[in-house]
């Protein structure tokens, strides 16, 4: 054990020694041999950003290695180099490198290190052989770490992409003074309907609105499950106070409905949004009136259907409407 102990301390301190006496020769073999490689996108990374990163790089396995005097990757003496391994593999994920040219850019660094270390060692093949296998399982539990934190960290930048595009696809916008709309395209997952509930929710309180319209335009499908969420979130906002209109019901999904035995008797359904704006307008006190109206009651005063006393209410609702 202890002379196993010797031999790896020597190791680890050839391998400082080259990093140390050697490293700008390295580093510029290193950059050269990455930059004519067929992974090289420098769409992705710039030369001077390349040399940085691969400098500190080198300079992070040279600390690390010193100190570790012949411990395991997996001790404390390599936490510096682990935790720099992890920042870049987080960059080189939201950038969009792939996971080979991740661990390519690693094990890369043996192409230039061994042949140099062969040099130091002149034809000491014993301990070239011993060089190279301490060397190269280094390289490979480097390798392996850095591929493992650029997945972790490619699915964390997903996960949150798709909370990012849940919560767009569910846009709560007020279209008047107490009138939400909801328009619902794609498909309406359990997850995406709680979304939309709690948002739809949230609208309502803020903007005092009591009456909201759900528009099923978009909706591909129609099933128990998507009726179960439209009626949940329909009952979740009549206890908040506010009724719900459902528009965009395509012949389609109405023969759907009907086959399935869906029963939407609660919720008030109109075929077009136009239809479902018009009667959320009657429903807060508001009517849509032609524009020529307006022109007429301007001039006049008055108009067949209209109380003199109503022309200054009915004027200031159709230029509110322009």
Not at 262 to 277: E, F, K, P, V, Y
């Amino acid at each position: 054990m202890a002379n196993n102990s010797s031999a790896q301390t020597e190791q680890t301190r050839r391998v400082v020694d080259l990093l140390a006496a050697r490293r700008d020769e390295i580093l510029n073999l290193w950059i050269k041999e990455r930059l004519e490689s067929d992974e090289f996108r420098d769409e992705l990374i710039s030369k001077k950003e390349l040399r940085q990163q691969s400098q500190q790089l080198v300079d992070a396995l040279a600390r690390s290695i010193q100190a570790s005097n012949g411990a395991d990757f997996d001790d404390a003496e390599f936490n510096e180099l682990r935790a720099f391994l992890n920042q870049i593999s987080r960059q080189r994920a939201v950038k969009g490198y792939t996971p080979t040219e991740n661990a390519t850019y690693i094990l890369s660094l043996r192409n230039v290190v061994i042949p140099l270390l062969a040099e130091e060692l002149g034809g000491d093949t014993a301990a070239l052989v011993r060089e190279m296998d301490y060397f190269t399982r280094l390289l490979d539990k480097m390798g392996l770490v850095m591929v493992e934190n650029f997945i972790r960290s490619r699915e964390e930048i997903i996960r949150q992409q798709r909370a990012d595009m849940l919560e767009l696809s569910t846009p709560v916008i007020k279209v008047w003074d107490k009138i939400l709309t909801l328009p619902i395209i794609g498909t309406l997952d359990s997850r995406r309907a709680q979304l939309m509930m709690e948002a739809l929710l949230q609208r309502i309180v803020e903007s005092g609105s009591t009456v909201a319209i759900l528009d099923i335009t978009g909706v591909r499908t129609m099933d128990t499950l998507v009726a179960n969420h439209l009626l949940k979130t329909v009952t979740a906002a009549r206890l908040m106070g506010a009724r719900c209109i459902l528009t965009g019901v395509s012949p389609a999904i109405a023969q759907t409905m009907v086959q399935l035995g869906i029963d939407l008797s609660q919720i008030t359904t109109r075929a077009q949004m136009a239809d479902g704006i018009k009667l959320a307008l009657e429903l807060v006190g508001r009517t849509v009136v032609p524009a020529a109206l307006v022109a007429h009651l301007r001039a006049n005063g008055t108009a067949p259907g209209y109380k003199p006393h109503e022309q200054s209410a009915a004027t200031n609702n159709a230029d509110t409407k322009q």
